[in-house]
């Protein structure tokens, strides 16, 4: 790496970059040396709450200007930022914990930077959602993200819905005093038994992990007032079970769609696409023999 010594770029911040740089969720050990380098060295570090970001930035000796960024000022202070960067300021992009950009402020800022052919850097740190994934004991290898669900209605019964069926490793946040009521949903939604791992407090003192599953983590957190910051790590949707393989009805659906004109190859591959089947199984019960007895197809065994 160019300019490296011990880990660190010694030619960053370079002029006219905006960093993002991720912060501690908790342990402020894992403030990166290279952070620390780049939060000394900017013009200016946007984070969303000054009052929230000074003790962290004090206690590392860094004493950058700070400037609010928050979800409820960011459209207005897009404009202003994109000016420096272009007038050849460094800058750093911050939120209250973990990676900015991630259910904190700083997409459009980076799409408006990006937009303007402006160059963004990630100092990546920690980050709750991959932390409590991989951490968790669940399959990490595929995986979504839901972060906040939307707090009630339609939209809110709709993504439950979704998760109900999605079929891998969720990742979602939630506050503490709406916790016990996410936790209810999922057992409505999901079931007592679906894994699940409610990661509390990490890399804090009390950091926890309750699982294994929906119905532990309720009766966990009915008992104990959930206090402190919460991911929860919800495991997929079990595998739909085999189609049931019935000869009869498949025989005659086979029939219905040679009627519609269908070609027999067309026909078993419509079937196969609806039912699950494989397309060569059905293709054979199509041209199982006739019995003459009965004069009607033989029965045939369901695929291995
Ligand atoms: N940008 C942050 C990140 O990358 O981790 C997430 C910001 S989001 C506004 C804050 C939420 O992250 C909290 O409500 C909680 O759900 C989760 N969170 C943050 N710190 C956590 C911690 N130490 N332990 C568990 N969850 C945490």
């Known amino acids: 790496m160019e300019g490296c010594s011990s880990g660190i770029v010694t030619h960053e911040p370079e002029a006219g970059v905006l960093y993002l740089v991720g912060t501690p969720i908790g342990h402020r050990g894992d403030l990166s040396p290279r952070a620390q380098q780049v939060l ?18 004090q206690a590392f000796g860094i004493s950058t200007p700070l400037l609010s960024f928050h979800r409820h000022n960011s459209r207005e202070r897009v404009p202003g930022l994109l000016q420096r ?17 991630i259910s904190d402020p700083g997409e459009d800022l980076v799409a408006a930077v990006r937009a303007g052919a402006g160059r ?4 990546p740190g920690p980050c709750a959602a991959v932390t409590a994934l991989v951490c968790s004991g669940l399959p990490s290898e595929r995986f979504c993200f839901e972060g906040f669900l939307p707090s009630r209605g339609r939209e809110r019964r709709e993504r439950l819905q979704a998760l109900a069926l999605e079929p891998r490793t969720t990742v979602l946040y939630e506050a503490p005093h709406r916790l016990r009521q996410l936790l209810q949903e999922l057992h409505e939604v999901c079931g007592a038994e679906r894994p699940l791992q409610v990661a509390r407090e990490l890399t804090k003192r009390h950091e926890q992990l309750v699982g294994p599953d929906v119905a532990t983590a309720l009766a966990h957190f009915s008992a ?25 009805l498949l025989r005659e659906q086979l029939q219905q769609l040679l009627e519609g004109g ?11 696409r609806r039912t699950g089947h494989p397309r060569r199984a059905l293709y054979d019960l199509l041209h199982s023999a006739v019995d003459p007895a ?10 291995a």
């Open 294 to 303: 009965e004069g009607t197809l033989e029965p045939t065994p369901p695929p």
């Open 40 to 57: 000394a060295g900017v013009a200016c570090i946007a984070c969303e709450d000054t009052r929230h970001s000074a003790p962290l930035l």
């Open 85 to 101: 960067l272009a007038a050849g300021e460094a800058l750093a992009l911050i939120s209250d914990a973990g990676l900015p950009g």
């Open 224 to 248: 104990h007032s959930p206090q402190g910051e919460f991911t929860l790590v919800l495991g997929g949707a079990p595998a739909a079970p085999p189609p049931t393989w019935d000869a009869v």
């Open 262 to 272: 269908s070609p027999p190859a067309e026909a078993c591959r419509t079937l196969a």
């Open 120 to 123: 963004v850097v990630c100092v």
